[in-house]
Structure formats: structure tokens, C-alpha cells
């Protein structure tokens, strides 16, 4: 039986492989086999099943019985093209909100779909965490999505790594989740996506590793109420990629479910053949408004919305069942009866469904198995120095050195992180190894395929460490300067630090990311001379740790490495080669638990807090205000989240006095939470205010006199410390 349909018709028969990646933007007309009779019905009944879980939603919204509701319609035929072509739990999966059809067709249920929009304990996307299309199944490899549109594009992407890396580690194949050599990651998007900037970071990478990444760009003509011509340069997004090597590009319609389904079907086989990325872009069309918050009518003509109804998938895609004798219209009814009674029953159940209970709420922001606070992770007593003493960086080397010898899914990427990217020369030069020098050697140690260098983009460097760290590898990942991190601030935020809550301990991405921080350089400046911890502190979710000497580095890292949470890893330039904080090593299985402060100095007048540069400089200014008769009291916090309640409040009631010191800015600074809770807290134990010594509210200028100036030295903590005992 051959199928015409009422716009091209194509020949169901695999291609010979391509000896270069295909380009067909505009698809020949060719007779086209019809499919199974089985599976034409279950393309439809998908596709109706979607259309029609959609329409319950909206009603249950008009009723107040949900809270939000986003469409999938007009998508269905080539989701449902996509989830016939793909395997659930083999492949995996980073779609986005219109992708209902596809998760339907992999195997998620009415049931579990409904259980979403009613925000149900029960649902296994988010347990209530999420809005509804906010899709995430862990039997199915369906991670965890977000409402950011284009967060999931870099994390499929290394997903995709991770299996390409365990191509070329054999030891990580059985160390990884779900590894299998052929398998293929689908992420998807929207015309709008395309726009962002990570879209292109994640085609770059992609093509550039040759990865079985297939992207599906859902082009319905609209990002809420912005065309296409004004989100893309030419209107046509596949012919500004059609350039990029290895890259199989396809266009397709995506309202016909069989051309849709052929175009898939090129697009995965490329992939599980290793040759590089897909990238289909499909046509389809948004009948409904993009949201219930939103109503198309506003900038959208009746003759445009009409025009798009004519090419309804759904309607059209029965109506050619019918016309070419596979189903009459009493078995296509029967099919309908049959999807509204499972729709409606499955509504049934949803609503009557538990909510999470309160005392949830707090529950999964850190890992629930793995508590780096904890007595294991302390063995800092024990610890047996030995050898001559080494810098900051020379303990932070060492350990990502024992750490990548002991737990080979440990990867470390960045830029400039590797010794040498072009492996040939690696015999003749000295070797890169950070622009600090803190990764040095460890690409000749264990293999370019452990260590490696990353393009100029943050985002790309997080991103792909969280697809990384959901498959099981332990990505060490770094940010060259904290002034540079906020291009990946997206990921950290929303992603990184979200992904477990948001998922109800479904996914997790514990990674490290280090960072070097802070100023006291001479010609640092504005943007090599940050230090905003405040604005990462606040985020749920996510550790961070910031030490002050080279054994802490080495026993703060350690721990960060073997916890089962994300960690922000803070490291002070100026610190890296001070001699005056060397040591000796203390062992491979030193480590030192998260929120442990440590009291680097008796004292009974007052107290500092500090953390930091500012350990040092509060030492220097404690010995000259000592011989002035003032006994200085100074812990060193080392972990800021969590950190020590206990070892401040202990200090607080012994001397009465505190002095919260840190090289972040006075307003809204970290000491400003400190401050808050002593004098919230233990307010009756103080005999002055609480005092500070911050950075001033500007930047770091690149003149001497400029940076002494904005940041606080010894002087200006005497001074404190001589105002406070005065009081």
C-alpha cells in the first residue's frame, strides 16, 4: 500500500549511510510505504491521547482544579516520530514542555502526566516540586527538566559525552548509568531557543566531538508572541547551522506523522552509527495559546490561525487513516471512546491524589545519603604530615592527583586546565595546566580523555558537567576566574543546585566546581579581583567551601570530591603560593567535613569571624593589638555553606565581642547574615555591636592605591578591633 499525502510524499526505505553529513532542506516528492497497519494506530492513538490530555488540563484549569497548564498541540507527529525511533531507558532523553507526545509514546502514562498538573506527591516528574510539562521520568531516561528555556541543550551534550568518554575509559562503562555504545541522547527545542546563546554552545561542542546528540528544533513560528523572523536572522534557523561539520541536518513536516517519522529515523541511525550529531528541524504548529497565561488572539490574525488549523496533525492524520482504508471512522470513533475513558479516569485519579505533605519542603535540597558535615568526613585529628611543605596549589594538585588515581569517573575540564590540547606536542613543551598552574601534569598522568580543555564559555563548562554528573561521572570542572562566572550563573542557579530538590531525589549532579576568587594582585583589577560569595551562598542546594591555607585546600577539596552534593570550591588567588600558609601532606584520606570551623588563635577580649584572605590579615592585626594588652580571638569559618553556628556562638559567649571580617563588599556582604543571626540569636551574651570590616560597595581598581583603598587591610581590622574594646 503506498500512502499520498495532501503535501510531499516520501519512500519509507533506509539510505545508504552518507559518506558526508546529509544536508536535505528542501525533501523530494517520492512515493512513500505505508507503515505497519499496528503502528499507524498507535501513532494516532498517541497523538490523540496527547491532544486530548491537553484539553483535560485546560479544563481542569478553567475549574481551578490545576494551576497552570502549556500545550503540546500541534507537535504530536513528529513526537510521537521520535518516541517510535527512540528506546526509554536506553536512550536518553532532555525535552522540553511541548514534548508530551514523546514522553507519552516512551512510556509515561496518562496517570503519571495528570499527576503533574495536580501537583501530586505521586508524581513521579517532580512530586509536586514542578509545573505541570515539566517532564522528567528516571525509568524511562527522561532527566529532569526546568522552565529556562535552553538550560537542557549543554546538559545533553554531556550526557552524550559521558557515554563518548566511556568509549574511550572502558573502566567507566560499567561505573556510568545505562552505557551502551550505540545509544543516542535527544534534546529538543523551541524556534525561540534558538536564540539563546547556549544553543550554539551545545551544536559547537557536539559537532566538534562528533556526538550521538540528535537535536530537534519544534519550529511552530512563534516564541509566545515573537515570530520567527524577528528571533532569527533569515527566519530559517537550519540554514544558519548547515555549516557545522559532522552535523546530519534534516527538515521535515512536522504535522505529518510519516514523513516525521522517516526524517527521525535517518537522523537517530546517524547517530548510533558514531558518524556525529543530528539536527532535524520540524515545522509544526501551535493551534492553542502558548499557555492559559497567555492568548494568542492578541497578535495573532484569524486568517493565520486558520491557516495553521488546516494542517491540525491530529485531524489530518485520522482523516488519511480513513481515506487509505487502514481504520472506517466507527474504529477511529471506538479509538477516541477509549482515549476519553482513559483520560477521564486517569483525571479521576489525579485529583483525588495526596499533595506533598508541609513538612517536605525542605526535604532533597542536599543529598539525603551522603552527609559531608558528618564524623566520616572528618579525619583531620589523624592526619600524618610528611614531606617537605607545599603551596596551596601544590595540595590542591596533589589532590585531585590521589583523588583521579582512587575513582576513575573524575574528570577535570576547563580552559586551560590541560597540560596540552595537541597531544603530539605534549614530549616537547612544559605543559599549560591551568593559568595558575593548579591542574599541571595531571593531563599526562591519566589521559586526555580525563582531562581536557574546554571552549571559552562557562556555560558550556557547567552544563556539560551536570549532563556528565547525572550519568555518574564526577566532574572537577573549572571556572578560570570568578569575575568570568556569571555566563554560567543560568546553570549553577537554576540547574546545578535545583536538580535534585526539583526532582524529588529523582536526578542528581554532584560536580565540583573550582574557582579561583578575590583580590590583594596589584593589577587585578575589576574583573580579576571579585569576591560576591553572598550571591552564591544563598542558593539551596549548593555547597561552598572557601579555605584559607594549603592543608584545609587539600582536606576541604577531598571532601567536596567524595560528597554527593554540588560544590562551589573557592580559591583565593593570592593565597595559591603564600609561604606563610604551606604544609606539609597530611595523607590521602585527609579530609575535613563541611561546616567545621577552626580556631586558629586564642583570645578572651574579642573575637573575629573571618574567612579567607582575611585569616592572615586578622592574625597580623591580633599580634600588634596584643601589645596593646588586646586578647584576639579568630576562627577561621572555612565552609561558608553550611558553616559553623556552633563555634560562633561559642566564641560570641566567651568574649563578648565580635568582629565579622571578609573581602566581599559591607552591603548585603556575607558577614551580613552573620551579624544577623548573633544578634538574633545571642544578643544577651554581647556587650557592643556587632562590627565589620568588609570591601567597600565598588569595584576593585587597578592602581595600587585604588585596590588598598576597596579592600580591607591589617590597619583597618586594628582599627576595629581598637574601636570594639573600647566601647
Known amino acids: 500500500m503506498v500512502l499520498k499525502t495532501d503535501t510531499k510524499v516520501l519512500k519509507l526505505v533506509r539510505k545508504s549511510e552518507p559518506t558526508e553529513p546529509e544536508r536535505e532542506l528542501d525533501l523530494p516528492e517520492r512515493d512513500v510505504e505505508l507503515p505497519d497497519r499496528n503502528l499507524l494506530l498507535e501513532m494516532y492513538r498517541t497523538m490523540y491521547l496527547s491532544r486530548r490530555l491537553d484539553d483535560k488540563e485546560i479544563q481542569l484549569k478553567g475549574q ?136 550554539w554552545e551545545a551544536l559547537n561542542t557536539a559537532c566538534n566531538l562528533k556526538l550521538p546528540v540528535v537535536f530537534l528544533l ?34 521535515c513536516d512536522g504535522t505529518d506523522p510519516i514523513q516525521s517519522l522517516e526524517t527521525m529515523r535517518r537522523a537517530v541511525e546517524y547517530c ?9 528541524h520540524a515545522k509544526v504548529i501551535r493551534p492553542y495559546s ?50 476519553d475513558r482513559e483520560v477521564n479516569e486517569a483525571a479521576d485519579r489525579a485529583l483525588a491524589s495526596e499533595q506533598p505533605a508541609k513538612e517536605t519542603a525542605t526535604r532533597y535540597v542536599f543529598s539525603p545519603d551522603v552527609d559531608p558535615t558528618a564524623k566520616e568526613f572528618d579525619t583531620e585529628d589523624a592526619a600524618r604530615l610528611s614531606g617537605n611543605a607545599g603551596t596551596m596549589v601544590d595540595l590542591i594538585n596533589r589532590c585531585l592527583d590521589t583523588e583521579m588515581a582512587r575513582d576513575a569517573r573524575i574528570v577535570v575540564f576547563g580552559e586551560d586546565v590541560a597540560d596540552c590540547s595537541r597531544e603530539q606536542y605534549l614530549e616537547t613543551v612544559k605543559g599549560k595546566g591551568g593559568v595558575f598552574k593548579v591542574t599541571a601534569n595531571l593531563q599526562r598522568k591519566y589521559g586526555s580523555a580525563r582531562v581536557f580543555n574546554s571552549p571559552l564559555a562557562e556555560a558550556n563548562i557547567v552544563g556539560r558537567g551536570i549532563g556528565m554528573a547525572t550519568r555518574g561521572l564526577k566532574p572537577v570542572v573549572e571556572i578560570q576566574f570568578f569575575d568570568y562566572i556569571w555566563p554560567a550563573m543560568h546553570q549553577i542557579r537554576n540547574e546545578l543546585a535545583l536538580l535534585r530538590w526539583r526532582s524529588g531525589n529523582e536526578w542528581k549532579a554532584p560536580m565540583v566546581v ?27 542546594g549548593l555547597r561552598v567551601v572557601y579555605p584559607s591555607n594549603a592543608l584545609d585546600a587539600n582536606g576541604l577539596l577531598r571532601t567536596a570530591i567524595r560528597c554527593d552534593d554540588p560544590v562551589l570550591f573557592l580559591e583565593h588567588k593570592h593565597l595559591y603560593r603564600q609561604a606563610y600558609n604551606k604544609s606539609q601532606y597530611p595523607g590521602d584520606d585527609f579530609m575535613i567535613p563541611f561546616g567545621k570551623a577552626k580556631k586558629v588563635r586564642e583570645g578572651s577580649d574579642l573575637s573575629i569571624i573571618t574567612y579567607g584572605a582575611l585569616v592572615q590579615r586578622s592574625l597580623v592585626a591580633a599580634k600588634q593589638m ?41 552591603s548585603f556582604g556575607y558577614g551580613a547574615e552573620i551579624a544577623a543571626r548573633i544578634t538574633g540569636e545571642l544578643f544577651e551574651y554581647l556587650d557592643a555591636p556587632v562590627k565589620r570590616v568588609c570591601a567597600l560597595d565598588t569595584f576593585v581598581g587597578y592602581a595600587p592605591q585604588l585596590e588598598d583603598a576597596i579592600l580591607p587591610q591589617v590597619a583597618d581590622v586594628a582599627r576595629a578591633i581598637a574601636e570594639l574594646k573600647a566601647y
Not at 543516542?184 to 547556549?198: A, F, I, K, M
Not at 548510533?272 to 532535524?280: H, L
Not at 491557516?307 to 470513533?333: H, M, S, W, Y
Open 626 to 666: 596584643e601589645q596593646e594588652g588586646v586578647s584576639v580571638e579568630i576562627i577561621d569559618l572555612r565552609s561558608l555553606a553550611p558553616f559553623d553556628w556552633n563555634a560562633i556562638a561559642e566564641t560570641v559567649k566567651k568574649t563578648n565581642r565580635v568582629i565579622v571580617a571578609h573581602e566581599d563588599s559591607l
Open 290 to 339: 502558548h499557555s492559559l497565561s497567555d492568548d494568542e488572539k492578541l497578535y495573532r490574525p484569524d486568517e493565520e490561525r486558520a491557516t495553521d488549523a488546516e494542517r491540525d496533525p491530529v485531524k489530518r492524520f485520522g482523516a488519511l487513516l480513513i481515506e487509505e482504508g487502514v481504520i472506517d471512522q466507527n474504529g477511529l470513533q471506538r479509538i477516541k471512546d477509549e482515549v
Open 514 to 540: 573550582r574557582v579561583p576568587v578575590g583580590g590583594y594582585l596589584k593589577g587585578g583589577a575589576v574583573y580579576h579581583s571579585q569576591s560576591g560569595v553572598s550571591i552564591f551562598t544563598q542558593i539551596p
Open 218 to 251: 519544534e519550529d511552530n513560528g512563534y516564541a509566545i508572541s515573537v515570530p520567527v523572523e524577528v528571533q532569527t536572522a533569515g527566519g530559517d534557523v537550519s540554514k544558519l547551522v548547515e555549516n557545522f561539520p559532522s552535523l546530519y541536518l534534516q527538515r
Open 64 to 199: 481551578n482544579r490545576i494551576f497552570f497548564q502549556i500545550s503540546g498541540a500541534g507537535h504530536e507527529a513528529v513526537l510521537v516520530a521520535a518516541g517510535i525511533v527512540l528506546k526509554p531507558g536506553y536512550d536518553w532523553f532532555y525535552p522540553y514542555y511541548r514534548d508530551r507526545a514523546l514522553c507519552l509514546q516512551l512510556g509515561m502514562t496518562p496517570l503519571e502526566m495528570l499527576l503533574s498538573a495536580v501537583g501530586a506527591e505521586a508524581d513521579p516528574n517532580s512530586h509536586g516540586r514542578q509545573m505541570p510539562s515539566h517532564w522528567g521520568h528516571k525509568e524511562l531516561n527522561i532527566v529532569s527538566q526546568s522552565s529556562p528555556t535552553g538550560t537542557q541543550l549543554l546538559q545533553a551534550v554531556g550526557c552524550a559525552e559521558t557515554s563518548y568518554r566511556a568509549y574511550l575509559v572502558p573502566e567507566l562503562q560499567k561505573r556510568i548509568s545505562s552505557f551502551h555504545d550505540d545509544e543516542v541522547t535527544y534534546v529538543s527545542l523551541g524556534d525561540g531557543t534558538s536564540s539563546e546563546g547556549e544553543f
Open 272 to 280: 548510533r552509527r558514531r558518524q556525529g550529531p543530528a539536527f532535524v
